[in-house]
Structures are given as structure tokens and as C-alpha cells.
């Protein structure tokens, strides 16, 4: 997704001009980047890191500061292929419980919630599939349908076995593989966000991957904000699919609230003709295989999490059961973009389209 029409940037009350203050850094495999326009102004003097009398841009920075130190923090425990991380060891335990962080337990909770959720269509387990597509790599290709057909044995995220009490987490099935790339990146937003808004942040978006948060609006103009500061939606554009000049379909209001796009175009390759994305079909192996192109979940705030695997669960299912999965849903909306070039969305969608 791509953030439109955010700028910042009025002359301040006191005569001083205040420009947003963005900072992008690498983790989860991708970029993150952080923009804060609204720091409360009771907290001008106070916070961690801070001096007295610090300037907006000097409180930002340090907030932005505290924000990547927790991404770095849950990449180590949620990577799997950081070594060491609770996944890598649960990965690589051979089926014996290992003690793990509680956020680490949260999190495979919510996976295995989704896993249900979807009759087993989005598993966590999908590991062993996705490490034989190698789709991070630099030559991904496609795999031996043999090793394939194996991999997907062990994909079941009832293998997951959570013992609440003494913190621990085992596989039953010592070949099952822990991938938390569908729902980490929606649950750390929310995480950040957080972290931002105790640090007195007021107006800023979070951009983890295709994950957006919003903080409040965009303000009347960057810097301290008071009771009396007008906030009006963020604009956040649609990427058009496969688009080299980041083009959008078109955009939606935000406030206070999470959009994430799932889409086949974000990482794929082509091989003998033939296209292959990187979002799987846990029963096959292969690419997931349905008439959508791309799947935008809004959501409330606090939600990315859910946004992130249900955008992920939508795309697998299709438009028509995801959008009848969103529709009985409280608080999310979607909207598909469709192979034919459609575009189809739930009722309470907003949505407006480029030109």
C-alpha cells in the first residue's frame, strides 16, 4: 500500500515550521518504516531518553528509536530463521517442549485460531512447503512434486502442543515447520503502536510490509499537538497489481485504524511461462489458486494481527467465501482485486478509485 496526501508541515502557533519525522529500517525480511506528525504536547519535557524542552523532532526520533528496538526484539524471538529465536528452537527441538516468551505463546495462539478459522486453509505449519520454494532466496524455482507432497505431511498446526502452565511449546509431529510469516509483521504493528502511543505519539504510520497502522489522523500541522489540534484521515492508495511505477486502483480513508494487503504480485516468479506466488495452498503445496489478485483488510485499531492472517485467509479462500467471511465478521471490511480486473468489496467498504 502506498500513503498519499500525508504531508505535514504548517507554520506552527509560535512561528516555528515542523516537518514529520520518518525513519525506515529492515526486519521481517522487509522495510519498515515509521512517520510521527503528533507528539502530545504534555509530554514535550518528559520520557524516556528525552531532555527537558526537547524539540518535537528530537522526541520523535527517540520514539522512533524505541519502536525498532522492539521490532529487533520480536524478530528475535519470531524469526525462524534467526538461531536461537523460541521458533528456531521449537523448530528444531525434534518434538521436546521448549520454553518460550510469552509473546511468542500469543502469537502461535492467534495462528492456530486463524488455522480453525479457516477450516485449515491458513496454517502456520506451512514451513517445510515454503522453505522447498525458496521464495526469498535469489533463484527461487519450483520444487520436486515428490519433496513437495512430503513437506505437506507435516503441515498442521494441531501438531502445535502450547502448555500454558510451564510456558513450553512442542510439535507433536517432530517434521512440522513453524512459519509465522502470515500473521508476525500485523501482530508486531500492533506492538509498535502501542509502544508509540505510551511515548505520548498522537499522529503517526506504522509500515510494516503491506501492514499500515495509523495513530490518530493526520494533524493540521506536524510537531506538539494539544486538545485544540484538527486531525483529518490519512489517504492510503491501493497498489495497482504488478505495477512498477507504484500506481494505485485507488484509496481509502484511515483514522485510528489498520489496513494490510495480501497479493500474489508481491513476491513471485515465473518459471517455463508459468507464474508462481509465494502464497501457499497448505493441502498442495503449490500456489494458492483463486480468481483474487490482491485482498485489502481495514480494521480498528489494534487489529493488524488479525488484518494480516485474514487478509492472507481471503486470498486462499477466494472473493466470494472471503468476502462472506468478512461480512460476518464485527469491525473489518475488505476488498478484493480481482484476476479479471474487478474490484469487489464488502458493504461497509470506503473506498474511492484512482482518477
Known amino acids: 500500500m502506498i500513503i498519499t496526501q500525508a504531508g505535514c508541515g504548517q507554520i506552527q502557533p509560535h512561528g516555528k515550521a515542523e516537518e514529520p519525522v520518518a525513519r525506515e529500517s529492515f526486519y521481517f525480511d522487509t522495510i519498515c518504516q ?5 507528539i502530545r504536547q ?4 518528559s520520557g524516556a531518553g528525552r531532555e527537558e524542552g526537547a524539540s518535537f523532532s528530537v522526541k520523535a526520533e527517540s520514539a522512533i528509536a524505541d519502536a525498532f528496538s522492539l521490532c529487533d526484539e520480536y524478530e528475535k524471538l519470531l524469526s525462524k530463521t534467526k538461531e536461537g529465536s523460541d521458533i528456531w528452537n521449537i523448530n528444531h527441538a525434534e518434538g521436546d517442549p521448549v520454553s518460550c516468551d510469552a509473546r511468542t505463546i500469543n502469537v502461535l495462539e492467534e495462528g492456530i485460531a486463524y488455522g480453525k478459522l479457516s477450516g485449515g486453509k491458513f496454517d ?3 514451513g517445510k512447503a515454503e ?3 525458496d521464495f526469498h532466496g535469489e533463484s527461487p524455482k519450483v520444487p520436486d512434486s515428490k519433496l513437495l507432497s512430503e ?29 509465522l510469516g502470515g500473521i508476525a509483521k500485523g501482530y508486531i504493528a500492533d506492538r509498535v503502536c502501542e509502544k508509540l502511543r505510551d511515548e505520548g505519539v498522537t499522529s503517526a504510520i506504522v509500515s510494516l510490509g503491506g501492514n499500515i497502522e495509523c495513530i490518530g489522523g493526520k494533524p493540521d500541522s506536524a510537531g506538539n499537538t494539544t486538545e485544540e489540534t484538527v486531525f483529518s484521515p490519512f489517504t492510503i492508495g491501493i497498489e495497482t497489481p504488478y505495477s512498477d511505477r507504484k500506481e494505485i486502483v485507488g484509496s481509502s480513508l484511515l483514522m485510528d485504524g489498520t489496513m494490510v494487503t495480501s497479493g ?6 515465473t518459471e517455463n511461462g508459468k507464474e508462481y506466488h509465494h502464497i501457499l495452498d497448505v493441502k498442495t503445496g ?5 480468481d483474487v489478485l490482491g485482498v485489502t483488510i481495514k480494521g480498528e485499531k489494534g487489529t493488524s494481527g488479525d488484518c494480516d492472517a485474514l487478509s492472507t485467509v481471503c486470498l486462499i479462500l477466494g472473493s466470494e467465501e472471503g468476502k ?16 479479471d480486473g474487478s474490484v469487489k468489496m464488502t458493504s461497509g467498504m470506503q473506498f474511492t478509485p484512482a482518477g
Open 34 to 38: 515509521i512517520t510521527i506528525y503528533g
Open 42 to 45: 504534555s509530554d514535550a519535557s
Open 124 to 126: 502456520i505449519t506451512v
Open 131 to 133: 522453505d522447498l520454494w
Open 151 to 179: 513437506a505437506v505431511r507435516h503441515v498442521d498446526y494441531r501438531n502445535i502442543q502450547i502448555d500454558a502452565d510451564q510456558k513450553t511449546v512442542s510439535l507433536k509431529d517432530p517434521e512440522t515447520e513453524i512459519d
Open 264 to 269: 500474489v504480485y508481491e513476491r513471485f516468479f
Open 286 to 290: 503449490y500456489p494458492a489458486d483463486s
Open 324 to 339: 462472506k467471511l468478512i461480512e460476518g465478521m464485527d469491525g473489518y471490511e475488505a476488498l478484493f482485486l480481482l484476476r
